[in-house]
C-alpha cells in the first residue's frame, strides 16, 4: 500500500518476517545468555492496545507521579493573623526571657568581682 506521498505502510507481519525476528533474537540472546537463563530467548510482551493508549497510559502515570510529588506543597497554607500574633509573643518572651539571664550572670559577674577586689584589698591592708 503506498499513499500520495510514496510511503508504503504495511498492516500486517507475514510469518516469515516473524520467523527471521525470533531467529536474529535467539541468536543476541544465545550470545548475552548465562547459564542459568533458559535457552529460549523470552517473548517480546505484546501489547495490542493502540499507540495512543499507550502514550495516553505513559502520560497519566508521569501527571499521577507529579501530583504526588507536589501534593504536600498544596496542602500547606500560610499562618493566621491570630496564630501569628501568638508566635511573636511567644517569641518575644523567649528573647525577655533570656536577656533576663544574661542580666543576673553580668550581675554576678560583677558582684564577684567586687567582692574578689574587696578580698584582695583586705588581705593587702592585712599585710601592712
Same mark, same amino acid.
Given at each position: 500500500?503506498?499513499?500520495?506521498?510514496?510511503?508504503?505502510?504495511?498492516?500486517?507481519?507475514?510469518?516469515?518476517?516473524?520467523?527471521?525476528?525470533?531467529?536474529?533474537?535467539?541468536?543476541?540472546?544465545?550470545?548475552?545468555?548465562?547459564?542459568?537463563?533458559?535457552?529460549?530467548?523470552? *517473548? @517480546? %510482551?505484546?501489547?495490542?492496545?493502540?499507540?495512543?493508549? #499507550?502514550?495516553? &497510559?505513559?502520560?497519566? /502515570?508521569?501527571?499521577? !507521579?507529579?501530583?504526588?510529588?507536589?501534593?504536600?506543597?498544596?496542602?500547606?497554607?500560610?499562618?493566621?493573623? *491570630? @496564630? %501569628?500574633?501568638?508566635?511573636?509573643?511567644?517569641?518575644? #518572651?523567649?528573647? &525577655?526571657?533570656?536577656? /533576663?539571664?544574661?542580666? !543576673?550572670?553580668?550581675?554576678?559577674?560583677?558582684?564577684?568581682?567586687?567582692?574578689?577586689?574587696?578580698?584582695?584589698?583586705?588581705?593587702?591592708?592585712?599585710?601592712?
Amino acid at each position: 500500500m503506498a499513499d500520495s506521498s510514496g510511503i508504503s505502510f504495511k498492516s500486517f507481519i507475514s510469518e516469515g518476517e516473524l520467523d527471521e525476528k525470533r531467529k536474529k533474537r535467539q541468536e543476541e540472546w544465545d550470545k548475552v545468555r548465562t547459564e542459568d537463563q533458559p535457552l529460549e530467548a523470552p *517473548e @517480546e %510482551a505484546y501489547d495490542p492496545r493502540s499507540l495512543f493508549d #499507550r502514550l495516553q &497510559e505513559q502520560k497519566d /502515570k508521569k501527571q499521577a !507521579e507529579f501530583d504526588e510529588a507536589h501534593q504536600f506543597k498544596n496542602m500547606v497554607r500560610g499562618l493566621e493573623d *491570630e @496564630e %501569628a500574633e501568638f508566635l511573636d509573643e511567644v517569641s518575644n #518572651r523567649q528573647i &525577655e526571657m533570656e536577656n /533576663k539571664r544574661w542580666q !543576673e550572670e553580668i550581675n554576678e559577674i560583677k558582684e564577684y568581682r567586687i567582692s574578689f577586689n574587696r578580698s584582695l584589698i583586705l588581705t593587702q591592708y592585712n599585710l601592712y
